[in-house]
Every structure is written in structure tokens, then in C-alpha cells.
């Protein structure tokens, strides 16, 4: 059984860092590309990053990309975005999620319609 879970998140002032942690089980990492996403109160959930299951390949939202490093530990079963110089927009609840692709793939994908695998979320507050 797939199971997702998220950490890492808080309460942190404007320009400050948070990395949060998704802790993968129930499954091959090498078989699966994973997402960042984020939904903000009364928004639709977003994408913010992903991988790819071979991490070769990554991509970010354009306003994310140099800020946020999405990065992936197989030996752990963890996937990790490090987020930096955060800014109060960037305040929602942050889901990973991940969807099988062959192995090793340079597959990667920023659509939540894409994923069929979620956490629960975890909440990332940016204020002063």
C-alpha cells in the first residue's frame, strides 16, 4: 500500500527556510516520479515542483525556480523541497504526491491530474 507522509512545516518569518520531508513506504522509489504541490485557503491546488523517478530530471514552477530545491533520497524513501527566502504568499498547505513511470524514468510532471498518490499535507505558514 502506497503511503505518503509529510513534515517539515511551521510557522516561519518572511525570508526565512523551511525543508520538508516526504516519507515514501509501500513501494519502489525507482518506479515513481514525485510532485510538490501547494493549495492556498479558497485556491485550487497548485504545482510547485517535481522529479523525476531517475531525479534527473526537474522542474519548478517559474516563480518557484531559485528559491525552492526539490531533491530526492532513495536509501531513505524520503523526497525533500527545500524552500528559501519564503515570502507570505507562499503561506498554504504543501502535499507531496507520486505516480509510477518506468523505471528510472526521466518522467516528471506538475499536474495534479497526473498523481494518484497523495499525503495528508503538511502546513507552511509564512508571517511575521
Known amino acids: 500500500q502506497v503511503q505518503l507522509v509529510e513534515s517539515g512545516g511551521g510557522l516561519v518569518q518572511p525570508g526565512g527556510s523551511l525543508r520538508l520531508s516526504c516519507a515514501a513506504s509501500?513501494?519502489?522509489?525507482?518506479?515513481?516520479?514525485f510532485g510538490w504541490f501547494r493549495q492556498a485557503p479558497g485556491k485550487e491546488r497548485q504545482g510547485v515542483s517535481c522529479?523525476?523517478?531517475?531525479?534527473?530530471?526537474?522542474n519548478y514552477v517559474e516563480s518557484k525556480e531559485g528559491r525552492f530545491t526539490i531533491s530526492r533520497d532513495n536509501t531513505k524513501n524520503t523526497v525533500y523541497l527545500q524552500m528559501n527566502s519564503l515570502k507570505p504568499e507562499d503561506t498554504a498547505v504543501y502535499y507531496c504526491?507520486?505516480?509510477?513511470?518506468?523505471?528510472?524514468?526521466?518522467?516528471?510532471?506538475?499536474?495534479?491530474?497526473?498523481?494518484?498518490?497523495w499525503g495528508q499535507g503538511t502546513q507552511v505558514t509564512v508571517s511575521s
Open positions: 509501500g513501494f519502489t522509489l525507482g518506479y515513481y516520479a
Open positions: 504526491a507520486a505516480r509510477r513511470t518506468d523505471y528510472y524514468s526521466g518522467a516528471c510532471y506538475l499536474s495534479v491530474y497526473e498523481y494518484d498518490n
Open positions: 522529479i523525476s523517478s531517475s531525479g534527473g530530471n526537474i
